[in-house]
């Protein structure tokens, strides 16, 4: 079975340009997550989905980022204009239930010059 | 509010050396799971363990062992005779699930440096 697939791997961009980050989760996985994650700390929430709904979107910063998950499976995660504090590792993450163990993609590496 | 503290930032021990990893926790749910991360340098964060609040039993899974202590929000990882394999970042994480508006939170992460 294939898991939590995200891409691109890597991303490069300058300043004030948008970007997008694309997520598959595991099928069947209800719930899905996407985390920011700086160097040296640890995941940091953004967005929870459950299905299509963002059940819990207070830690992520409206007024550039957005996210959608159309018919709840996949999800894309964009961030207009990006800063060069946006600089970090996304991950995405699904699970099938509330305590259930969340899988996690490889991630995507920004880097905003 | 919920929240997971790994004190130990960094720990470097020789190969074959036991080791072990702090993580404490807060929640005020009755309701919890613990989950332990690896994180090797290519970054997929890979599924280790999950303890729910209901069982403090500790585990074993070969040179992996656990203690799940709720009378000191702890949920201790040590790993036996170390393998430089075992190199990476370790995260310690937790999800209340008393509620409807539940969310996993990890830890700081310790990095792990085993020496040959």
């Known amino acids: 079975e294939a898991g939590v697939v995200q891409s691109p791997r890597y991303k490069i961009i300058e300043k004030k340009q948008p970007v997008a980050f694309w997520c598959n989760p595991i099928s069947g996985h209800n719930t899905l997550y996407w985390y920011r994650q700086n160097l040296g700390q640890g995941p940091e929430l953004l967005i929870r989905y459950e299905n299509e709904e963002a059940v819990d979107d207070s830690q992520l910063p409206k007024d550039r980022f957005s996210a959608e998950r159309l018919k709840g499976v996949d999800s894309t995660l964009k961030i207009q204009p990006a800063e060069l504090g946006d600089s970090a590792v996304y991950l995405c993450?699904?699970?099938?239930?509330?305590?259930?163990?969340?899988?996690f993609g490889q991630g995507t590496r920004l880097t905003v010059v | 509010a919920q929240k997971v503290t790994q004190a130990q930032t960094e720990i470097s021990v020789v190969e074959k050396e036991d080791v072990t990893l702090d993580c404490v926790y807060e929640?005020?749910?009755?309701?919890?799971?613990l989950f332990w991360y690896k994180q090797p340098p290519s970054g997929e964060l890979v599924f280790l363990i999950r303890?729910?609040?209901?069982?403090?039993q500790n585990e074993i899974s070969g040179r992996y062992s656990w203690n799940f202590q709720k009378s000191t929000s702890s949920f201790n990882f040590t790993i036996t005779a170390s393998q430089v394999v075992d190199s990476a970042v370790y995260f310690c994480a937790l999800i209340s699930v008393g509620g409807s508006n539940y969310k996993l939170t990890f830890g700081k992460g310790t990095l792990l440096t085993v020496n040959p």
């Open positions: 929640t005020r749910d009755t309701t919890y799971y």
């Open positions: 303890r729910n609040s209901f069982d403090e």
């Open positions: 993450a699904s699970t099938g239930g509330a305590g259930a163990e969340a899988f």
